[in-house]
């Protein structure tokens, strides 16, 4: 009987002919294109510098902030208020004030003061340029010090040299630590919605009332709506790996078979969690309100975009009821860092734990009269 129902799942899927492109498609752009669009380092800041000392520090010193790359120079003004139009019309995002007798001061009192403003109407490009241009300054006020203290023998001050050593990610880039994030909500999307609305279109169109009135035991029809997308979920994140060797050259530090079998647990749960939607979901809008509604809200509490514990303590909290939270942990944690079981085993308690408790209420929820 199980074979017969994974037959006409297996069927109804190939028959649409759209679903079995998406499942090349989807992973293949998000994978590709996601990493590189959603890029939260922060560049191509126009900046507005006042220069009210005209030395050949100040010059210096903006020289030094467009060598940054993270700056560039859309303005110069002669006032503060001139530079602030050009802020207010949309040319600039920041402003550099030097003041005038910006060098002098350096020179004698070894500190000088400088004013920098920034457009805060989106907060993270205001803030994050704020603290890039703050730290080129600093830099620049050390690199001065530095040159003096090698140009004056008579200061014998001690220097320090800092090496940094980031771990399991050299160059800090962004992508790396985010595409494994989306390969999880690649996967969630497809083991989640797909088997979810699969039984409210059979509900629509009449179909499952065929199903209803045979003696297939409740356990066999949900098993038979679980098995062709957990399939499904290791074809696509297979794919998502494939892409982010070629597109990007990155291959898991750990073992490939550990991702694969948390990966299953995930599909399990997940695919669980979408067949519990559908038995309360009567129309396909329903359904994909409902979906769309909770992954969206996984997604937000799963560490995806912001660490997890940076969150609210009432975030943090709801954020254990997240699948994806620990799923996006095992595949970071398994790709940048190398972990294995002993590492993992909170992970996967979690997953075995919503894999039981979710198709558990599923198979109880179901109900043969619609």
Same mark, same amino acid.
């Given at each position: 009987m199980l074979k017969y129902l994974l037959e006409? !799942? $297996?069927? %109804? $899927? $190939?028959? #649409?002919?759209? &679903? @079995?492109?998406?499942? /090349? /498609?989807? @992973? &293949?752009?998000a994978v590709l294109i996601f990493p590189l669009a959603a890029d939260f380092e922060i560049k191509n800041i126009n900046l507005s510098v006042v220069d009210h000392d005209k030395s050949s520090y100040s010059q210096l010193l903006i020289q030094h902030v467009q060598a940054s790359g993270y700056f560039k120079l859309t303005d110069v003004s002669e006032t503060y208020n001139e530079s602030l139009q050009s802020v207010e019309k949309g040319k600039s995002d920041m402003i550099l004030e030097i003041p005038s007798g910006f060098e002098k001061d350096l020179v004698k009192e070894q500190r000088s003061n400088i004013l920098i403003a920034a457009n805060t109407v989106n907060g993270m490009k205001g803030g994050i340029g704020s603290s890039y241009l703050a730290s080129i300054v600093r830099n620049f006020s050390s690199d001065i010090r530095s040159e003096w203290f090698q140009n004056n023998s008579r200061l014998n001050t001690p220097r320090f040299e800092i090496i940094p050593d980031y771990r399991f990610n050299p160059q800090l880039l962004y992508r790396v630590t985010m595409i494994p994030a989306i390969m999880i909500m690649i996967l969630a999307m497809v083991s989640g919605f797909l088997p979810a609305l699969n039984i409210v279109g !059979?509900? !629509?169109?009449?179909? /499952? !009332? %065929?199903? #209803? *009135?045979? @003696? *297939?035991k409740k356990f066999y029809f949900i098993l038979s709506k679980l098995i062709p997308y957990w399939v499904l979920g290791f074809v696509v994140i297979s794919i998502s790996f494939l892409v982010a060797y070629f597109a990007y050259g990155l291959t898991p530090a750990g073992n490939l078979l550990v991702i694969y079998l948390y990966a299953s647990l995930f599909v399990l749960a997940f695919s669980g969690f979408g067949l519990v939607i559908s038995n309360y979901a009567q129309t396909i809008q329903q359904g994909i309100f409902m979906m769309f509604f909770f992954v969206i809200t996984f997604n937000f509490l799963s560490g995806l975009y912001t660490p997890v514990e940076n969150m609210p303590g009432w975030a943090q909290a709801i954020s254990t009821f997240s699948p994806l939270k620990y799923m996006i942990q095992v595949l970071r944690l398994v790709y940048l860092k =190398?972990? =294995?079981f002993a590492e993992l085993t909170t992970q996967l308690l979690a997953l075995i734990s919503f894999a039981v408790f979710f198709n558990g209420w599923a198979v109880l929820s179901y109900r043969k009269s619609h």
């Open positions: 006409k !799942e $297996f069927k %109804q $899927f $190939f028959r #649409n002919k759209a &679903l @079995p492109k998406m499942m /090349i /498609i989807m @992973p &293949l752009m !059979e509900k !629509e169109d009449g179909s /499952i !009332e %065929q199903m #209803n *009135v045979t @003696p *297939v =190398g972990s =294995g």
